[in-house]
């Protein structure tokens, strides 16, 4: 008689469910941002009953679906090229950020509706801690404005970013336009005058 080792396989079970369950709530909540649980369980293949076994409610999916986009976001920008001129690395930082925000489509404006300030804030602590470091090299530098505090600077590119995507929800903006848009936005914003 072999003995099976159940609590590691139902682990495994139920870390595949959770995967499937993210994966399927990207899809689901990007192409309709106010979908139901209902429809998360059937894209991902599973009940109801195990959504919300591992997700107790939409609020809590739509945070697990941020936090996900936001480490494949991170690991990301990690890799792109912040040398050289701090406003071409500004550029091409927003590009790729927006870039992962397209990614996920409406999820990150109905993540919006269910994630407070701190929430926010938290999840953006790594992005943020680039955007910072390259506006204290850009004043450093003399091409980014020294009036204004480095977190509030920091602070209006979140703001630009989250705004972009409201817009481009909204269709007021193109998405292949909103990287352009951003990043001129924020460039008037930090030049130094």
Do not use: C, K
Not at 12 to 36: E, G, H, K, L, Y
Not at 121 to 129: D, K, N, V, Y
């Amino acid at each position: 008689m072999t003995v099976e080792n159940p609590p590691r396989a139902r682990r495994a079970d139920a870390q595949r469910n959770i995967t499937a369950i993210v994966d399927a709530a990207i899809q689901v909540f990007s192409a309709a941002p106010d979908a139901r649980m209902a429809d998360v369980a059937e894209a991902a293949g599973v009940g109801r009953v195990t959504v919300y076994a591992h997700f107790s409610s939409r609020p809590e999916l739509l945070r697990a679906v941020v936090e996900r986009a936001m480490a494949e976001g991170d690991e990301v920008l990690s890799g792109v090229d912040t040398s050289g001129d701090p406003r071409g690395a500004l550029g091409r930082l927003i590009a790729a950020s927006w870039q992962q925000i397209g990614r996920i489509g409406a999820v990150a404006t109905a993540a919006l509706d269910v994630l407070d300030d701190d929430e926010l804030r938290r999840l953006h602590e790594a992005p943020a801690a680039r955007v910072l470091a390259l506006v204290r090299r850009g004043r450093s530098e003399g091409v980014f404005r020294t009036d204004l505090p480095e977190d509030w600077l920091v602070g209006v590119l979140r703001m630009i970013m989250q705004g972009a995507s409201v817009e481009v929800g909204a269709g007021r903006l193109r998405a292949e336009d909103a990287a352009d848009t951003i990043t001129a936005t924020v460039l008037g914003a930090y030049t130094a005058r």
